[in-house]
């Protein structure tokens, strides 16, 4: 059975337990709990049931984009302190991201400029993957799908280690021309 622990820092309480890694190495995780340390050791003991129940380590050889948004969404964003409305507008997101051919894109193939062309096709609109053609989003959905990637793929570079660096990190958000 793995062994966590709780501690407080500030006016949160956190907990922390121990992982196996891709390599083998026992590694130290360590995730926000609430303020009070009863709800955080609760959190503790699931997130050690679920754990050892799934022993999931994550080959960053064989992860995907869609994996990696599925494993954010689960050990990031259900589990931080974003109010339900941006977590609910996330996981729309996130389901929208993984309908495109990117979410199958291994995670160490994924280049800037996938992401960018991405990111473009959805401002601007264009020939969808399913085929139809669509105009683009708004702005503020725009938004969502870049929050979501960035956040994602800098989980992906730490705490997670499957990647070396964060390829959103070189994307420009453009815009369109609105039209008067």
């Known amino acids: 059975m793995a062994k966590g622990s709780v501690r407080k820092k500030g006016k949160k309480w956190y907990y922390r337990f121990y992982v196996e890694d891709a ?10 709990g609430t303020e009070s340390k009863s709800e955080t050791e609760k959190l503790l003991r699931k997130a050690l049931e ?5 022993k999931f380590v994550a080959k960053a050889d064989s992860l995907t984009v ?8 689960e050990e990031e964003l259900k589990t931080g302190t974003l109010s339900n409305g941006t977590v609910e507008n996330y996981l729309g997101a996130i389901r929208c991201i993984k309908k495109h ?6 995670l160490k193939t994924v280049t800037a400029e996938h992401l ?3 990111l473009d096709l959805l401002t601007f609109g ?5 085929g139809k053609v669509r105009k683009g989003y708004s702005k503020d959905y725009i938004h969502s799908f870049s929050a979501v990637l960035q956040q994602s793929f800098r989980f992906a570079v730490f ?4 990647i070396s660096f964060n ?11 609105e039209e008067v």
Do not use: C, H, T
Request: aromatic share 12%.
């Open 126 to 130: 264009g020939e969808f993957p399913d």
């Open 101 to 106: 051919p990117i979410a199958d894109r291994k």
């Open 159 to 162: 705490p997670k280690q499957l």
């Open 66 to 73: 869609g994996e990696l948004l599925d494993m954010w969404a």
């Open 167 to 177: 390829p959103m990190q070189y994307i420009k958000l453009k815009r369109q021309a």
């Open 50 to 54: 679920d754990y050892e129940n799934k």
């Open 23 to 32: 390599s083998g190495k026992m590694v130290q995780k360590e995730y926000a």
């Open 116 to 118: 960018q062309a991405f």
